[in-house]
């Protein structure tokens, strides 16, 4: 599994707002701290392609969660959450392909279509991101 950049931030958000995200690694066992570590979230190995990549939001950005009506555009989730538009640019978002897995803000929202469903011979695969405020 590879996850490759690139991830930017625009030079005209504020330095307090960013929150760096220092790594993002994928493992197909637990982590050791995984139950420490609120920042690891748990994906079906099988519908995820071989790469994955962090990358700012793009026009059209859509993530599926079915507690937020289904098809969801990254936009209106960051307009529905309040986030200002000056740090929407900041927040990384995991994809494959054109899909969004895993939305990298404070809430940390997953799509439904890759989320793990927590059968016992489920192939998984566990995403972690290591962050920092800057």
Known sequence: ??????????RSVPQRLITSILSVTASLKKPDNYFDNICT?????DRIGKV???RNRRAGDK????SMGGNKKVKDYFIDTKIPQAIRDTIPLLTCGEDVLW?????NIISDLYKADGTADQNKIYISKKVQVL
């Open 52 to 54: 994955l990549q962090v």
């Open 41 to 45: 979230k748990i994906f079906t190995y």
């Open 1 to 10: 599994m590879e996850i490759i950049g690139p991830f930017w931030v625009p």
């Open 103 to 107: 939305i990298m803000d404070e809430r």
């Open 63 to 66: 993530i599926y969660v079915r």
